[in-house]
């Protein structure tokens, strides 16, 4: 595999790997069916589990075709297993950028609360985990999306004409306000 820079094309890379190890694994187990199959069909009359094996070989053998060749409702059942291993892949420290890498971790309960105070678990934004950097000890603490205009739309200063020589003159456009690393 050529290394894959894009976060879709990666996710559909492992749904792939995960389809095609599925196909592997019904296949294998789809011949020691047919076997007991046979086995039953000969020795007595049991139709309702041949027809249960009938209908799961039936059921796997639509799905037996190339990952790209199947319909997204079917993907997406590969799909939940790549997340699965995406979720738990270790990324660098985005935060200082010190080669270390984001670990989970989970949140502390409010002051004065237990486990005991959330039967069904903390909700919202308290229920993501922070992520620890493992080197620089950085905390990237998610506390929801506080100004969505902001995210998407950052202010420019439009007060002064765009010249891209006026950020250390190596034709770098003007920073947008309340973006990049504090000074």
């Not at 799961?56 to 075709?65: I, Q, V």
């Not at 997406?76 to 291993?85: F, H």
């Not at 979720?87 to 949140?107: H, S, T, W």
């Amino acid at each position: 595999m050529s290394q894959i820079r894009s976060y879709h094309k990666l996710r559909e890379w492992l749904s792939e790997q995960e389809h095609i190890q599925w196909e592997h694994w019904s296949k294998t187990l789809a011949k020691e069916l047919w076997n007991i199959r046979r086995d039953l069909d000969e020795a007595c009359d049991c139709n309702s589990a041949i027809k249960n094996i009938d209908w799961r070989l039936e059921k796997w053998k639509k799905n037996w075709k190339p990952y790209k060749k199947l319909p997204d409702h079917i993907k997406d059942y590969d799909r939940e297993w790549a997340d699965k291993i995406l979720d738990n892949l270790p990324f660098k420290c985005p935060i200082y950028q010190c080669g270390g890498f984001m670990v989970a971790k989970e949140r502390p309960y409010p002051k004065g609360m237990n486990e005991d105070d959330f039967p069904d678990g903390m909700s919202g934004d308290n229920q993501t985990p922070d992520l620890v950097c493992t080197n620089c000890k950085a905390v990237y603490h998610f506390d929801g999306f506080k100004n969505k205009r902001k995210l998407h739309k950052p202010e420019v200063d439009s007060s002064q004409p765009l010249n891209v020589k006026q950020e250390g003159g190596k034709g770098v456009p003007p920073t947008p306000k309340e973006c990049g690393y504090p000074a």
